[in-house]
């Protein structure tokens, strides 16, 4: 199994409809990123949350960190097309080391006009 | 973005063939990195090079060799590839610490082996 999980693997939601995305880990966190990626392409980052109980927001996207159970969500609030893509969370699970980072599998995302 | 570039964005060679990919940062940062993202595949780091750190991931073969020249530039040479090695290699920046790092990445080259 990986060390971090991601869930669902893909979603399609219709616009404007909210969504969540789950990333467990089976490891101590500590740092937890978040990125979204076009098919082919690099990845742009998003969010990055330290400390349990930490909930960012950025327009319409928001993640939580709940380290005690290890986990982080982001939840996208009346989705546009604009939001479809993969997003990958990060986080340093191996090392400690913000530097060496462990991906999930990522969610692709698809947002239906 | 064009923060952190990288070239050629597409790139296919022969087994036997040498290349080399080339990533460079226009963003001040002290830190550059490798990844191999495959079909199907979590994103995998391959190479850290920074002022604190130097990681190489063990399980990369010695058929991928980085160099990094300065802060800016970071290259990646490639000799006797397989066909598994065919994915999209993605370079990334940052200037961070230990503990707080966000990457940023360039838009990868896709890399196919034949």
């Known amino acids: 199994s990986q060390e971090l999980e991601q869930s669902p693997q893909s979603l399609i939601v219709q616009e404007g409809k909210n969504l969540t995305i789950n990333c467990t880990s089976s490891k101590t966190l500590y740092g937890l990123y978040w990125y979204k990626q076009k098919y082919g392409e690099g990845l742009i980052f998003l969010m990055m949350?330290?400390?349990?109980?930490e909930e960012k927001s950025h327009e319409k996207i928001t993640a939580k960190l709940d380290e005690k159970k290890q986990q982080s969500s982001l939840h996208i609030t009346a989705s546009q097309p604009s939001h479809a893509g993969i997003y990958l969370c990060g986080a340093a699970i191996s090392s400690g080391s913000a530097r060496q980072l462990t991906f999930g599998s990522g969610t692709q995302l698809t947002v239906l006009p | 973005e064009t923060g952190v570039t990288q070239t050629p964005r597409h790139l296919v060679m022969g087994m036997t063939n040498k290349k080399s990919l080339k990533c460079e940062q226009h963003?001040?940062?002290?830190?550059m990195y490798w990844y191999k993202q495959s079909a199907k595949k979590p994103l995998e780091l391959m190479f850290v090079?920074?002022?604190?750190?130097?990681?190489e991931n063990n399980s990369v073969p010695s058929r991928f060799s980085p160099e990094c020249p300065n802060s800016s530039h970071l290259f990646l040479h490639l000799h006797t590839l397989q066909p598994e090695d065919s994915a999209l290699y993605l370079c990334?920046?940052?200037?961070?610490?230990?503990?707080?790092?966000?990457?940023?990445f360039g838009p990868g080259t896709r890399l196919t082996v034949t």
């Open positions: 990334a920046s940052s200037q961070g610490s230990y503990r707080v790092n966000e990457q940023y």
């Open positions: 949350l330290q400390k349990g109980g």
């Open positions: 090079y920074s002022l604190e750190e130097r990681v």
């Open positions: 963003l001040g940062h002290n830190a």
